[in-house]
């Protein structure tokens, strides 16, 4: 169906064993230090693997939304749209390799003749490789795969989603407002599902004084491909083709 490409085992064999379970192992509390210098061990083979396969000179847009959305989604059929119009534009399309809108947006990208990149991760349901990538890497600790889908994308576009999606949006927005990310557009795509979500935490966080008017301006809001990619390209980003 398609020539994915995981990144190539070291020819020597891992420095490690697979251990299943193993961010829940590290995260179960307190452990003997030799265990979580192992864990440490890890992160930093897992880190070095990631920047090693992501080889790849054009700009990126990392999409972020549901797994559980299929074909007859709207949102689904909307990602794919938003994902073929990036790869058009010359941008390659990154998301969490999975299914759902992962796999809708780089199934345009792919459909586009675009590069389709994905970080999966290893989860006991849901989570497997989509059919529409040309690389990804599989991670066994969410942040890392977190830090790897922010790393290489100066947009990012958020679909409908869940605790997962949710968490992804918040974190970029808290990078950007800490000023640990440049201030590269987050787009929500969904009125129906942003923007009543959106509105009553803003609300809550400036009432409560937690927020201010200027930090709740860093989501910018699309319903359409066209709009998303007319807002990545107003804040001046550069594509691979003009």
Known sequence: MTNRQPLPAPEHGSLLPEVEGAEKAFLAGRRPR??????AVRFFLEFLRGFESFAFEQPCVTVFGSSRFDESNR???????????LARAGYAV????????????????????????GCNITLPREQKPNAYLD???QFDHFFARKVMLVKYSTAFVVFPGGFGTLDETFEIA???????????????????FWDPLIASARD?????????????RFIHRADDAGEVLRIIREAGLPAGKE
């Open 94 to 117: 990154m998301t969490g390799g999975g299914s759902g809108i992962m796999e809708a947006a780089n199934r345009g990208a792919k459909d586009a003749g675009g590069l389709s990149l």
């Open 34 to 39: 030799e265990a979580d210098l192992e864990s």
């Open 75 to 85: 949102y689904y059929r909307l990602a794919r749209e938003v994902g073929g119009a």
């Open 204 to 216: 809550a966080m400036i009432r409560a004084g937690t927020l201010s008017e200027d930090e709740a």
């Open 174 to 192: 808290t990078l950007m407002q800490t000023d640990k990310l440049e201030h590269f557009p987050l787009i929500a795509v969904g009125a129906d």
């Open 135 to 137: 690389r990804f890497i």
